[in-house]
């Protein structure tokens, strides 16, 4: 037996975002990971910013060039969901750069945007 996909962090995965509600994203698209192997494991869900093909020049749209068509990966749109329910596929791995550039502009979203001008390397 095959040991089973556990999605790490930069992976590009295919989920489930169903049932949307509101403004919500929906349907079964691309995502980036965000957490851990680790915390994806040990806890059956994963942190994720869905991926989509409506280009709207937000400042939360990263450009990704990993998939077929013209994307971007939705910062503004953070998910938690459990990827053994989602229908998960792994579809290609994303860049550090990709990674560190969609987390440099969630951190003002959530207020954390002062620690971009810290160094928190150890004395």
């Known amino acids: 037996m095959a040991p089973r996909y556990i999605p790490d962090r930069s992976d590009i995965v295919f989920l489930d975002f169903e049932p949307p509600k509101g403004r919500e994203i929906g349907e079964y698209r691309p995502a980036l990971v965000l957490s851990s ?7 059956g ?21 990993h998939l077929d068509q013209p994307s971007v990966v939705a910062a503004n749109l953070v998910h938690t969901l459990d990827w053994k329910a989602r229908k ?7 860049s550090e750069q ?22 928190f390397r150890a004395s």
């Open 45 to 65: 869900l994963l942190i994720c910013c869905p991926i989509s093909t409506s280009i709207r020049g937000a400042p939360t749209e990263v450009p990704i060039d």
């Open 88 to 94: 998960i596929e792994r579809v290609a791995r994303g």
């Open 37 to 43: 192997k680790e915390y994806n494991r040990n806890t």
């Open 98 to 119: 990709l990674l560190e550039e969609v987390l440099m502009r969630l951190l003002p979203l959530i207020g954390a945007g002062r620690f971009l001008d810290h160094s």
